[in-house]
Each structure stands twice: as C-alpha cells, then as structure tokens.
C-alpha cells in the first residue's frame, strides 16, 4: 500500500476515535439529565436552565416551592345582648308581693288568714280599738249593727282600723238586703230598706237586682266598707228550708244565677268585693248551721246540675270571694265533714272544676255546726288543710291561730300552703286598693 495512503488513513483514523469519543460524552450527559429530571421523564438542558438561578451552563437540582403561610380568619365579633324586657304590672305585682311575704314572719303571716268581729264596743277611734288591731293583726275585720252609727262616725272608724293596721285590711259586712240588712237594721241615716232576694227573683228583673246592688255597693263604699259577704247564691229547692227562705232568688238554678250576677255587677261597680254564698248550697235543707249540723239532701248530679249553677256563673263574672257554708253532704262526702273541712267539695270541686282562684273563706266559725263538734285549733286546721283562704269569726282567735302554727310545725301544713293563701289575700287587697306597682316603688 502507497506511504501517503497509509498517513491519511492513520490521520482519518484518528479523527474517527475523536468523534466517537464526544459521541460517547453527549449520550452519558444526556443520561445524567434524565436521572435528574424531577418527573423521571427527562427535560432538556434548556428547560432546566429556565427553570433554575444561577449562572448559563450551571445546572441545580430542582427545588419544591414552599407552601403559602395560613392566614386565620378573623373573629367574628359577639353580637350585643338584647336588653332585657321591661317586666309587666302583673309580674312587678307578684314581686312585690313575694317580697312582702318573706318580710313575715310566720305568726305574721297566719294572721292574715282571719277575719275577726270588731266587737260592739267599738264605734270609732281609740286606745283599745289600737291595741286590739296591733295585737291581733287580722288580714281582715267584720261589722256588726253595733259598729254602726252615722256614715262620717262609720268611715272615721274604718280608716281607724286602716290606720291602726300594718297591712291593710278587709273591711266586711253581711250586706244582703231584704232580712239581712246591717245598714238599716243600725238605722244608717239616709240608708232605705232594700228588697229581698225573694221578692227580685219574683219579679224577675234582672235590673232591678243590679240597680239594689249598685244602692248597697254605694252605701257601703260610703262609710268605707270594700268587701260584701253576699249575693245569696243557694236554690231554694226544699220546702222546710227556713233559715235561707226569702234571702233566695228562687228555685230555678239559672234564674238564680241571672240575679245573683246582676246584684254582684252592682256591687263591682261601686268598688265593692263580692263574696258569693253558701257553696256548694243551702237550699236542699232543712236545718239551720247557726244551730247543728244540717244535711244537704242532693247527690252528685242535683249538685252539679243546680247547687252548682249559680256559682259557676258568678266565678265567671269575678266573684272575688267565695263564702263556704258549713253543710253535711253525705253523697259526695261520706265522712260526714262539714263542706269547710271538705277537701274534695273546696279543692276538686270549687277550684278543680269550677275554676276558682279567689279567697275561699269560711262562714262564722263560731257556729253551731263547728263549735258543737270541734275545737277551735281542729277547725281552723282542718279548714286550711281542705282549701280554705281566710277563716270568718274563729271561736278562739289565738287558740285558732297558735293551732295552724304548730301545724306547721308538726308538718300537717307545709309553708307552700300558707303562702299560697297569702298570695291570693295581698294580690287582692293590692288590686281593690288600685295600688299601681312600678320598678322605683
């Protein structure tokens, strides 16, 4: 082979190694990238180099971006509390009275539960009148013809009582017309004698048992009198029936009530509480309880269907009393109890189902039909323990009294019973004073 042959080849040769060379040094590099390449997939040089600082021709790994720093939401401000709403008269009312309640003691507080005679003696301001009022602290007082002289003398003894009491108290009276009639038979000056139920019922003009309630409510608002033991709401349905007899409106239980609400809407009208009477009714006997016991001769569906009726009707009219009489209803009561004592005729019947929510008070506890069977601590416990709000005319006052406190004491009659009595008693006088209570006072 020619010598010049041989120099190029060996110098292509050479050239040809060179090339392989770099060849071989572009694929390792181009290796290396795609081991690098954050998705294993390969980028080019370029692409690297885009995405990466620092200088042409340097190559750095890639790098993860830092999450972007949480922001917390500001707080949602509270919102303002509502005001409070103004309490209503009814509510600032049971407050006051509440308050009042606690302020007693419990002495205090029994006393309120009576209703004691002022006693003939009494006819206007003095040191024992006072000292009568101070000690005995009653919730209420009742007149007699004795107490009455002239409307001016009347009134100045009233607001005697008024003045001499630390609470104020009811001032009552058995103001009927007809027979029972304590204005006229003191001979009252300017005060006429009124009809009788009997004679109203007969006539049967409602009218005019309004108009005789609205003549005796204003007589008695007169001389300062604010509670009548009255209208007569018994059916006269039994012939030898002597000791209600004209003092009914007759024998037909609706037109009983007709009249009876008429006279008690006169009475209202002239600012005087009612006190309807004898529940659950007197007509069905023949007995009298000023003497003994009497029996009312009426089962359970006569009582609902007449007995009943006429109270029914004044409840629903505002009776702010009820008046209990001391009768034996052997039908519905078999243990023989005076209808005062009775837990079913005053709680079941009178409040369960008639729905009264006034002051159940009592007839004169110092009648026959209670003095003749009972002490007075046995009646006026038995009484509170059946229903009974206020207690008219105990035999013994402190004995009648200090008998309801140990009660207490001994558990018979829990606190709760009392100050539900009492509740009633001062939210009563505090409406018939017309006392308007405010957050100042």
């Known amino acids: 082979m020619p010598p010049l042959f041989n120099k190029r080849y060996l110098k292509m040769k050479k050239y040809l190694i060179i090339i392989l060379i770099l060849l071989l040094l572009c694929s390792c590099s181009l290796q290396a990238k795609d081991e690098l390449s954050p998705s294993g997939e390969g980028s080019s040089t370029e692409e690297i180099l885009e995405l990466q600082p620092g200088p042409p021709g340097v190559v750095f790994p890639p790098t993860e971006t830092p999450p972007s720093p949480t922001i917390a939401p500001e707080p949602t401000p509270e919102p303002e509390p509502e005001p409070e709403p103004e309490p209503t008269q009814e509510e600032l009312e049971m407050l006051y009275i509440e308050a009042l309640i606690d302020s007693m003691s419990i002495e205090e507080q029994v006393a309120q539960m009576f209703i004691l005679n002022l006693g003939n003696r009494h006819t206007g301001p003095s040191e024992d009148l006072e000292e009568f009022i101070s000690e005995s602290g009653a919730g209420g007082y009742i007149l007699f013809g004795g107490n009455i002289t002239t409307v001016e003398g009347t009134k100045t003894l009233i607001d005697a009582v008024n003045a001499y009491s630390a609470i104020a108290p009811f001032i009552c009276i058995d103001e009927e017309g007809g027979i029972v009639s304590r204005l006229y038979s003191s001979k009252l000056p300017g005060y006429a004698a009124q009809p009788s139920a009997r004679d109203i019922g007969k006539r049967g003009e409602t009218q005019e048992a309004y108009d005789v309630g609205e003549t005796i409510g204003a007589a008695l608002s007169s001389i300062g009198v604010n ?215």
Do not use: C
């Not at 009648?400 to 406190?405: L, Y």
């Open 227 to 441: 509670v009548d033991f009255a209208p007569v709401a018994d059916v006269l349905t039994n012939s030898r029936n002597s000791v209600i007899g004209s003092r009914s409106y007759g024998s037909d239980p609706i037109a009983v009530g007709d009249m009876a609400a008429a006279f008690q809407a006169g009475l209202h009208s002239q600012g005087i509480m009612s006190a309807p009477k004898h529940f659950p009714g007197h007509g069905n006997t023949a007995s009298d309880t000023h003497q003994g016991q009497a029996i009312v001769a009426s089962d359970a569906e006569h009582l609902a269907s007449v007995e009943y009726v006429p109270f029914a009707r004044l409840i629903d009219e505002g009776a702010q009393f009820i008046m209990t009489g001391h009768l034996q209803v052997p039908s519905v009561e078999p243990d023989n109890l005076p209808a005062t004592f009775s837990r079913y005729l005053l709680t079941d019947i009178l409040r369960g189902e008639l729905g009264f929510d006034g002051i159940i008070v009592t007839d004169s506890m110092a009648m026959g039909a209670i003095i003749q069977e009972y002490s007075a601590e046995e009646a006026a416990v038995m009484a509170i323990q059946a229903g009974v709000d206020m207690i008219l005319i105990p035999e013994n006052y402190n004995k009648a009294a200090s008998g309801i406190i140990q009660a207490v004491d001994d558990g018979m009659i829990t606190t709760q019973r009392i100050r539900e009595s009492l509740l009633r008693i001062m939210l009563t006088k505090l409406k018939a004073k017309g006392t308007t209570i405010t957050i100042d006072n």
